[in-house]
């Protein structure tokens, strides 16, 4: 027997194993295993909703890109555009950064009315997907944030508020004193006082 005639006919032995082998494992009963872990939770429920949406805008006539924050629900004007981010979503430190924000952009037209030019999401990933593109200014999204050195607005509301609770607290007349002794001299309010003026 040559040497081809042994390869060949070892190939089709060990073939044939296989295919015994295989059908063998098939039928046989699936061996009792634990119950498997349940799966983890899919990606997408990671994501963070931020309060803060920053954005980059372009001033085409001046060249200047300004970077700012806006917090969600509020609008904010970046020249003749007012923009208004409705949410903001990232992903954790350790994910594929997904960075997107539902944004409404108006623009405030020569005659003083507000025309709606953009609503969509904006995704910070890809900046020329979904960028408003204006005849004088582009806006994008950079990122979402936790933080901003941008007093929120709520805080500016309730600071307000404050100054107006102080304010007629402080306008009221004194409250009544109780009565002094009678030892005590009581100056009439209604009696000019002359006692020190000259």
Known sequence: MSFFN???????????????STAAFAASPAPATPAAPAPAAPAGSDRITNPVAEFA?????????ITFDVYI???????ALQVTPRVCYSRPQNEEPKTDSFVEVDEITLDR??????????FAESPGLNA???AVYDVWLK?????S?????DATKADTT?????????TEPAAAKPAASPDAEQSDPAEPDTSGTN
Request: aromatic share 4%; net charge positive; charged share 25%.
């Open 6 to 20: 042994r390869i060949s006919t070892g190939g089709l032995t060990l073939a044939a194993g296989l295919v015994v």
């Open 57 to 65: 805008g372009i001033d085409k006539i001046t060249g200047r890109i």
């Open 73 to 79: 629900d509020e609008t904010v004007q970046f020249g």
């Open 113 to 122: 009315k507000i025309r709606r030019i953009f609503t969509g999401w904006m």
């Open 132 to 134: 408003v593109e204006h």
């Open 143 to 147: 990122e979402c944030k936790q933080k």
């Open 149 to 153: 050195d941008v007093p929120a607005p």
């Open 162 to 170: 404050k100054a107006d609770a102080s304010k007629p607290a402080a």
